[in-house]
């Protein structure tokens, strides 16, 4: 059974910090691109940054770069979200999902049709 459990949201005040985590099972790790997204109600899916161990690069959107930071453990088949300096526009629900294409493929699409996804973990930001 495909399984990917994002986990580590919370409440956090504006310029905190939350780190998320996402563990995986169920398929091959290192065949797949891991990914971040996030959606507010009443407001479309944003992907947030993209994982590819196979390559040792990491995506971000701009509106995170230089806050977030995304980690993977191959062994652990496990990755984080380093969440710093947040704003009240970063509450949505994060969802972590793999897929098969590049990084830059999937950040093509806008992160819509993503192979695997699991339930989200909520981030809230008071101002």
């Known amino acids: 059974e495909v399984q990917l459990q994002a986990s580590g949201g919370g409440l956090a005040q504006a310029g905190g910090s939350l780190r998320l985590s996402c563990a995986t099972s169920?398929?091959?790790?290192?065949?797949?691109?891991i990914v971040w997204f996030r959606q507010a109600p009443g407001k479309e899916r944003e992907g947030v940054s993209c994982?590819?161990?196979?390559?040792?690069?990491?995506y971000y959107t701009d509106s995170v770069k230089g806050r977030f930071a995304m980690s993977g453990d191959n062994v652990k088949k496990t990755v984080y979200l380093q969440m710093n300096s947040l704003k009240p526009e970063d509450a949505a629900v994060y969802h972590c999902?793999?897929?098969?294409?590049?990084?830059?493929?999937?950040?093509?699409?806008?992160?819509?049709?993503?192979?695997?996804r699991g339930q989200g973990t909520q981030v809230t930001v008071s101002s």
């Open positions: 999902a793999a897929d098969r294409l590049p990084c830059t493929i999937v950040a093509a699409s806008g992160y819509r049709y993503l192979d695997l």
């Open positions: 169920g398929f091959n790790f290192d065949d797949y691109v």
């Open positions: 994982w590819n161990s196979r390559e040792g690069r990491t």
